[in-house]
T-cell receptor, first 115, second 114 residues
C-alpha cells in the first residue's frame, strides 16, 4: 500500500487568504485525487490531479477556487483560494497505486479552519 | 452521476451482537465497492471491498455482500467489540480511468456498548 503524507496537518486562516496543501506519496502512483470532508459529513471528490496537465474538476468545484498542481507522479498540491468560513473542512489527498487497480488510499488529511 | 444512499445513519448495538449497514447505488457502471472505517480525527481506513464479479467476501468478523441486480451492498460485522465503534462509509466507483473517483454514502455512526 502507498504511504501518503500531507502538510500542513492543520491550519487556522483568515478569510480572504489562500492556503496551499501538499501531498507526498512514497511511491509513484498513477492517479491522485483531492477530497473534501466538511464537518460531520461524508467525503466529496473535488478533482483528479493529472500529472503534466490541468486537473479534472467535479461538478461544483472550479479551478479558480481550488487550483491543483501535479508536477510528478509522487507529489501534488491543492490551493484553497480566497477562503471563507464555508471552506472550513478536512482536505484529503487520495491515490490509486497502479493502472488497472482500484484500491484507494487516503492521506491523513489537512484540517482547515477559516475565521 | 452516481448516487449512493447509506442506512442507517446511526446504529447502536450491544457488544457481541451483529451490526448490518446497507447501501444502494444508482450507476450500473460502478463495479468497485469499498467500505471505510473512520475514527474520530483520523483518515478513512479501508476495511473490506468487493468487486462486481463477486457476490460475497469475508474477512474474519467482517463480511460484505453485493447484489448487482438490485444495486445494493451491505456490510456485516459479527461479534462486535467496543473498538468497532466508529463512522463507517460505503462507496462506489468504477475501474480503469474511473478508479478512485468514488462516490461516498453519508456514513453510519456505529456505537458498540460494552
Amino acid at each position: 500500500s502507498a504511504v501518503i503524507s500531507q502538510k500542513p496537518s492543520r491550519d487556522i486562516c483568515q478569510r480572504g487568504t489562500s492556503l496551499t496543501i501538499q501531498c507526498q506519496v512514497d511511491s509513484q502512483v498513477t492517479m491522485m485525487f483531492w477530497y473534501r470532508q466538511q464537518p460531520g459529513q461524508s467525503l466529496t471528490l473535488i478533482a483528479t490531479a493529472n500529472q503534466g496537465s490541468e486537473a479534472t474538476y467535479e461538478s461544483g468545484f472550479v479551478i479558480d477556487k481550488f487550483p491543483i498542481s501535479r508536477p510528478n507522479l509522487t507529489f501534488s498540491t491543492l490551493t484553497v483560494s480566497n477562503m471563507s468560513p464555508e471552506d472550513s473542512s478536512i482536505y484529503l489527498c487520495s491515490v490509486v497505486s497502479n493502472v488497472g487497480a482500484d484500491t484507494q488510499y487516503f492521506g491523513p488529511g489537512t484540517r482547515l479552519t477559516v475565521l | 452521476g452516481e448516487n449512493v444512499e447509506q442506512h442507517p445513519s446511526t446504529l447502536s448495538v450491544q457488544e457481541g451482537d451483529s451490526a448490518v449497514i446497507k447501501c444502494t447505488y444508482s450507476d450500473s457502471a460502478s463495479n468497485y465497492f469499498p467500505w471505510y472505517k473512520q475514527e474520530l480525527g483520523k483518515r478513512p481506513q479501508l476495511i473490506i471491498d468487493i468487486r462486481s464479479n463477486v457476490g460475497e467476501k469475508k474477512d474474519q468478523r467482517i463480511a460484505v455482500t453485493l447484489n448487482k441486480t438490485a444495486k445494493h451492498f451491505s456490510l456485516h460485522i459479527t461479534e462486535t467489540q467496543p473498538e468497532d465503534s466508529a463512522v463507517y462509509f460505503c462507496a462506489a466507483s468504477g475501474w480503469g480511468t474511473n478508479a478512485g473517483k468514488s462516490t461516498f454514502g453519508d456514513g453510519t455512526t456505529l456505537t458498540v456498548k460494552p
